[in-house]
């Protein structure tokens, strides 16, 4: 084999070398996080020969929902906020890299939103010592963090309940007490409700 069949020989190994490289890049969401009840944040990693990227966030086990698309286009980043999903619902994800008319390659994640926010409802102090708490139901929830703040003395007591309502006792008496409910389900927690104040009997 002369210089020039060999010089010829090593520039179709370096194409197919590099042809195969590109065919092995594979699509990858890199993450998917519930940002809040109704959004998730999804990152991906770059597709080189992508110009642009779709979106396409669907409801799981749901034939009357819509599906939220998104078009990225490559100078527009790795990473897209969908907004607009219902709380505490599974949603199965899919990128799609696109170059010009053709797709590349699809990949696909499960993502849960977080639960809805619950808010206290009523609260009194049946005795000296204690409170008592009700707060709204919320489906997707699996259990709710109650917090309770003590403003005479800082600290805080935190209880996990599967139900709507708790009693909290040996509190001090005459003391103002700051309650939060929190909602929570396998895909992390909601927003923290507004504060309902309850002041101890004497």
Not at 166 to 169: K, S
């Given at each position: 084999m002369g210089l020039l069949g060999a010089?010829?020989?090593s520039f179709a190994l370096l194409s197919v070398t590099q042809i195969h490289e590109c065919n092995a890049q594979v699509c990858k969401i890199l993450s998917a996080v519930p940002i809040t009840a109704s959004s998730?944040?999804?990152k991906w990693q770059?597709?080189?020969a992508a110009t642009s990227y779709i979106l396409d966030t669907r409801q799981i086990n749901s034939t009357d929902t819509a599906p939220i698309v998104l078009v990225v286009s490559s100078g527009q980043g790795l990473e897209k906020t969908v907004q607009g999903l219902k709380p505490g619902t599974q949603y199965n994800v899919t990128l799609k890299a696109i170059n010009f008319f053709f797709v590349e390659c699809v990949t696909s994640v499960l993502v849960t939103t977080v639960p809805d926010t619950s808010q206290i409802l009523d609260g009194s102090s049946p005795t000296s010592t204690s409170i008592s708490l009700r707060w709204s139901a919320v489906p997707s929830a699996q259990y709710y963090t109650l917090e309770v703040y003590s403003q005479t003395t800082g600290k805080m007591l935190n209880f996990n309940i599967t139900n709507t309502s708790?009693?909290?006792?040996n509190l001090q008496q005459s003391t103002n007490y700051d309650c939060y409910v929190t909602t929570v389900n396998q895909a992390g927690k909601g927003d923290r409700s507004k504060v309902?104040?309850?002041t101890?009997?004497?």
């Open positions: 010089i010829s020989f998730v944040q999804v770059q597709y080189s708790a009693v909290v006792q309902r104040t309850i101890t009997c004497e």
